[in-house]
């Protein structure tokens, strides 16, 4: 029976790669790499009271750990795959290296923590020669969450642009030089990717998960999307969103490595000064988010404003359904959930305009959104999901009032104007002239026939009636207020 190599202090690293799945700006990484190399990633799914991961973020992890694993694998390193609690798998391959050095990059919620202590006391305990290092300093986000508080988005972010400059990325290690191997389990064993059906070819049209597909996403970005996103990005028509979430949920790329390249574009004179700092805000509001979850570490759960527990949700499956499938009868809600099922992401203006549309228009729990949006998104976040949900249905931190009811034949006449979106992603609207495509039952019977639309057959009549569901929800509103007062 082989034996675990002796005990060593100066024996090689151990690197447990976690939502950091990279090379470059690795704080943990960089100094792990001055001894030869384990490099390991556990799935402790569900481990530690974690969220499960959905779907279409279970492919995305997939595909990205194959390159992580190729990356590692081109200097020499094997990527060790083990299944299971951290705080068990992670000494286990410590006592199979001889390792003297565990290195792992802090994470920013509280599952994270307390996975990263259950770990550290484990190792204090069984492996007390092994050192423990977090790198030199914090990468997943600009600011510690638990050091600045706050439940408004303004002064929360003022604070952050006063106070924090994230220091320059960090570059790969020059050379990696791997420890002996392991044994590590097939990454095709975990089943992380749809096979029967495999539902996953739009996903694969769509992305390139990896450092290297966060990188060209970037420059594409810094090429064209970034110039007029300050006043463009609210268009799903046109391609001025950056489309880096997904990238940034993994840690394929930095909020440190977006600012700087940012700020590099706008001192090239390749982007204005109103630009970037819209582009820089969003990262404000994912920063903003985290302070939230480490605030609130049940947000996908509990309502952050209490008066919100009475609300008087309804019990609809058949409607939910339908706004799933994208079958409202909206067409912007319908495009956002078909682009959403098809490729793993929706544009942000949509995904606030389907989510207003499944709360207010619909009554439904906002709660079951948020589980729709966290299994089918590939930038499923545990922190920006639920949180961007309770802003939309009011009872967050910061949130939009809930008598803010978006108008979906509005917002989709403002921001698709000329209708590309929609005839997308609802193919069977497409020869609808552009006056009647956001709100086809009002179009005359001829003109539907032209067009092929048959109301309630090719494309289903309105769920509901929008002045009819407004008045319903601020009834509703109503009685919580009521209730509070």
Known sequence: MPHDPPAQPDGPSVMWF???????????????????????????????????LGGAARWWLARSLRALAAALAAQGVPLILRRGAAAEAVPAVLRETGAGLLAFNPGETPIDRAAEGAVTAAVAKSLPHVAVSHGVRRSALIHDPASVGGRVFTPFWKHIRAAFVPPPPLPAPDRLAGAAAVRSDALNDWELEPTAPDWAGGLDESWAPGEAGAAKRLADFLDGGLTGYA?????????????????????????????????????SGRATSLDVEKFLTE??????SYNLLNQRPLLAEANIQPRFDAFPWRQDEASLAAWQRGLTGYPIVDAGMRQLWQTGWMHNRVRMVV??????????????????????????????????????????????PYFRIFNPVLQGEKFDPHGDYVRRWVPELTDLPNAVLHRPWTAPPGVLSAAGVTLGESYPAPLVDHAHARARALAAFQTIKAKAA
């Open 283 to 288: 990262l404000g509001w994912r920063e903003f």
């Open 18 to 52: 976690r939502t950091d799945l990279r090379l470059a700006d690795n704080p943990a990484l960089a100094v792990a790499a001055e001894r030869p190399l384990v490099a390991l990633y556990v799935l402790d799914d569900g481990a530690n009271g974690a969220r499960p």
């Open 355 to 400: 989510a207003s549309f499944l709360v207010k228009h619909l009554l439904q729990d906002w709660r079951a959104g948020e589980a729709w949006f966290w299994d089918t998104l590939v930038d499923a976040d545990p922190a920006s999901n639920p949180a961007s949900w309770q802003w939309v249905a009011g009872c967050g931190a910061d949130a939009a």
């Open 231 to 267: 006043t463009l990005r609210d268009r799903p028509d046109l391609d001025h969103v950056s489309r880096l979430s997904p990238h940034l949920r993994f840690g394929e790329i930095t909020p440190a490595q977006l600012w700087h390249a940012a700020r590099a574009a706008m001192a």
